[in-house]
């Protein structure tokens, strides 16, 4: 459960979650496993972002810690 400060990048901080996470894929499929990390790393990053005041989407350290 995320306590939400402001809505504002949400949006955005997900799909650039889940571009970032295609782009850095091997290739070697999107089997419903891989759909659903990628999904829970996206909605990690618009958690993140909701939490705090203002469109500040998460670094590369706060999404993979």
Avoid: C, N, W
């Avoid at 990390?37 to 999404?63: D, F, H, W």
Wanted: charged content about 20%.
């Amino acid at each position: 459960m995320t306590e939400v400060a402001d809505t504002i990048g949400a949006g955005d901080s997900y799909m650039a979650a889940l571009i970032y996470g295609l782009l850095m894929r091997e290739m070697d499929g999107f089997t419903p496993s891989v759909i659903e990390s990628l999904g829970g790393m996206a909605s990690k990053a618009a958690a993140i972002t909701v939490r705090r005041p203002g469109a500040q989407p998460p670094t590369l350290e706060e999404l993979h810690g």
